[in-house]
């Protein structure tokens, strides 16, 4: 038993503070140092990654709560070139469709530019190899220097495999809650985020924050309906989308309208250089999605990835093979690269073809000009690939031969290796004998090459029935090919050299543009509601506009400033000191007390009902004693039995002994768990209760004669029921009281 200190916690932004940049953060919890996310955007500049070059070498783990390049898409790049040797953890969904965003993000540049040396492919497969993949809720307790932390990834919607990072030491948890979504969708369910009650920290976006949205059905009909529009008058519709995330969600939408209207005259298309593995994988990964898709799965084996409408194409090539007029899903989202740019520099200027956006991308790229200032023109940098002519031709091919001239010249100056080609040495030989004179002149080196001794051994090749048996061996005369020489195949000419050329191109954009919000990402309202059914006692807001986090900070400071101690929004390369003024009383527990105490079980924890008094001597180290109890019965002899503890003895817990005379003290009840009235209406449904909720959220029941409401004060909720005293009142209080552990 002591008293300790609450471990020290620094947290440092390193990319993503106070802008809508990538997600990249260090997360320090005593010495064992946490990467939190390592984004970057799809121009792929080194300068943003600049602040990690400094901590990467000391990270000890990296957490990744989702798979595009926003939030993981730097990490070959820091393993390759920033020193960055630390274990990844994520989640299946993330790990596979991580390496589709990188490859098809890599693919589209070297496409565009004709090569990339940033990183290479070598570098994603060698970051991916230090992946260690967990399931939702699988704690993970770590080793070495992070032993006695614990961290365990839960739901946060917007992506298949989207994580909410709950970092636990000792009595303290730490939340990492980016990107999340709490509203349930075609293929994803929402975020458990409101089931992580008051933690020490959380560390959560502000990107949304002053954003509403409006209800799915409205946001379907208004795409369906501008898609319908532009194909109804001959003209092509572009989405650009992201490579193997939100991309399902669009695809399950379309394949799903498409089927039912009976669009198989208008084409249906996903473009990307990735598009057959991306939905490979996501018909493997069913039971991270939703409990409708699961349903679905196992009651009919319906997969909502085996497509029907929608056609898979990798290249352009096979885009022409479908039907026009065509609504094509593209990526990239930001139109900075990709078979985005391309269809959007091709149909910009068509007024009959419309482009919508579903994903607003980073602040800068051609994407958020689009959605903000709706320009009529734009200038784009086009880059492509042209031959070379001329003298850049006769110079590089020049350059060829000299390097291939100094590549043979090395080759000869090098010694070359022993090997274990045979060479033949004529040795004199005695007539009449079948035995060698070998002398020492026999094994002088000859050219580099040593004298083997004169054995020829014959080798078969056998399978597990004996001897193979060449066929062409007992091929007769008349059986055998003619001799005529067999014409070669001719080798096409190896393809001319080529240089990348860039150009500033004028686009007119004649199209309509258009935003509908399917980014999966909780608005402004939303968040903060559940801030405060999370009520953390300190808060950390990162990426998003000043504007954004300024309100979102002020609205806590005046909101939540009776459960939460502090409210940061730090610059980048601050390090903010969050180390707890809390003293963790440790206590040791006997094993006779253990016997007594009956734990349940609620989530991941087993919690039981122990009182006692905490005793800080004078000197020594405090410890928690069990409750007084009355004076013990006198005996016989006059005087009471008593009990002497040395005064600076450290106690641990034991059981409070009793008797009939003298029982243990008891406790009021209570009630743990929380119960949301939407939930309990469910259950009431189930039992023939006829049950509604009124304008102001309360639960009627039982055709007025039961009221339920939900209280939330200072960070707790509760639930009051009133009515009058009836048979329905006591079996739905009942009811009420089995939705929670009662201790």
């Known amino acids: 038993a002591g008293l300790g200190m609450s471990s020290a916690v620094r947290f440092t932004p390193l990319c993503g503070a106070q802008s809508e940049d990538p997600y990249c953060y260090v997360l320090s919890i005593d010495e064992y140092t946490i990467l939190l996310d390592c984004g970057w955007t799809h121009a792929f500049d080194p300068a943003l990654l600049e602040r990690l070059r400094e901590h990467a070498p000391h990270v000890d783990a990296v957490l990744v709560s989702h798979p595009d390049v926003t939030h993981m898409g730097g990490l070959p790049y820091a393993m390759s070139k920033l020193g960055l040797r630390a274990p990844v953890y994520a989640t299946i969904p993330v790990f596979k469709m991580g390496q589709m965003f990188l490859y098809d993000a890599y693919e589209s540049v070297v496409a565009r530019e004709g090569k990339f040396e940033t990183f290479s492919l070598d570098a994603v497969d060698a970051a991916f190899a230090c992946f260690t993949q967990l399931k939702y809720s699988q704690h993970l307790p770590l080793q070495g220097k992070g032993k006695g932390i614990e ?65 799915r059905r409205q946001r379907d009909k208004e795409l369906s309906e501008s898609i319908m529009v532009a194909l109804r008058r001959g003209g092509n519709v572009l989405l650009p989308i992201d490579t193997a995330g939100r991309a399902l969600e669009l695809a399950h939408l379309l394949e799903q309208y498409w089927t039912h209207n009976k669009l198989a005259a208008n ?14 994988f996501a018909k493997c990964q069913l039971e991270w999605m939703s409990d ?113 001239e100094a590549m043979e010249v090395d080759a000869k100056e090098q010694p070359q290796e022993h090997t274990s080609e045979q060479t033949t040495v004529e040795l004199p030989r005695q007539a009449f004998t079948d035995s060698y004179d ?39 005369e008349e059986e055998k090919p003619s001799a005529e020489p067999v014409p070669m195949p001719i080798q096409p000419p190896p393809p001319p050299p080529e240089k990348c050329v860039t150009e500033t191109r004028v686009v007119n954009v004649n199209c309509p543009i258009k935003y509908i919000d399917f980014e999966g990402r909780v608005d402004g309202k939303s968040i903060r ?101 009355p004076p013990l019965p006198v005996h016989s002899h006059g005087q009471q039995q008593q009990q002497h503890t040395p005064p600076d003895a450290v106690c641990a817990v034991d059981v409070v002994s009793g008797s009939a005379a003298c029982p243990p003290p008891g406790h009021d009840v209570i009630f743990v768990g929380d119960v949301k009235l939407s939930e309990l209406r469910e259950v009431l449904l189930g039992k023939g209760y006829q049950v509604q909720f009124d304008r102001d959220g309360v639960l009627v029941c039982a055709g007025g004669k039961v009221y339920l409401r939900k209280t939330d004060l200072d960070g707790s909720s509760s639930i009051t029921i009133e009515g009058v005293a009836s048979v329905e009142y006591f079996q739905i209080r009942d009811l009420l009281y089995e939705q929670y552990l009662v201790l």
């Open 151 to 215: 961290i365990t990834p839960y739901i946060a919607g917007h992506m298949i495999g989207g994580t909410i990072w709950k970092i636990t030491k000792e009595t303290e948890d730490f939340i990492y809650a980016v990107d999340y979504n709490h509203r349930k969708e075609r293929h994803l369910d929402g975020t458990v985020l409101e089931m992580l009650k008051r933690p020490a920290l959380l560390i959560t976006d502000a990107y949304n924050a002053l954003n509403t949205q409006t209800n």
């Open 267 to 280: 084409g249906l298309a996903l473009l990307s250089h990735k598009s057959f593995y991306t939905m490979e």
């Open 438 to 476: 070998m002398t020492p002149q026999n094994f002088v080196a000859i050219g580099q090459k040593y004298p083997m001794y004169p054995l020829v051994e014959h080798t078969y090749t056998s399978d597990a029935y004996g001897r193979i048996i060449n066929p062409s061996d007992f091929v007769t």
């Open 292 to 404: 409708s898709v699961t349903k679905s799965f196992d009651n009919n084996r319906e997969n909502p990835f085996v497509f029907k409408m929608l056609k898979l194409a990798q290249t352009r090539d096979e885009l022409e093979k479908i039907p026009s007029p065509m609504c094509v899903l593209a990526s990239q989202p930001g139109l900075g690269s990709g078979y985005a740019k391309d269809l959007f520099l091709d149909w910009a200027s068509n007024p009959n073809n419309v482009v919508i956006f579903t994903d607003r991308d980073v602040p800068g790229s051609l994407t958020r000009e689009l959605i903000e200032h709706m320009p009529r023109t734009v200038t784009v940098k086009v880059s492509k690939m042209v031959p070379l002519v001329g003298e850049e031709l006769e110079a590089h091919l020049k350059q060829h031969t000299q390097q291939a």
């Open 529 to 629: 509601t559940i801030l405060t059914h999370v009520s953390p006692r300190k808060i950390i807001l990162v990426h998003g506009s000043p504007k954004a986090i300024a309100f979102l900070s002020s609205w806590c400071e005046e909101h939540l400033k009776t459960t939460c101690k502090s409210i940061h929004a730090p610059q980048l390369g601050d390090t903010l000191d969050l180390t707890s003024d809390l003293s963790l009383f440790k206590v040791g527990l006997k094993d006779s007390l253990l016997e007594n105490v009956e734990f349940s079980k609620i989530g991941d924890y087993e919690i039981g009902h122990v009182e006692g008094e905490i005793v800080i001597p004078a000197a020594g180290l405090p410890a928690l004693a069990p409750l007084a109890l």
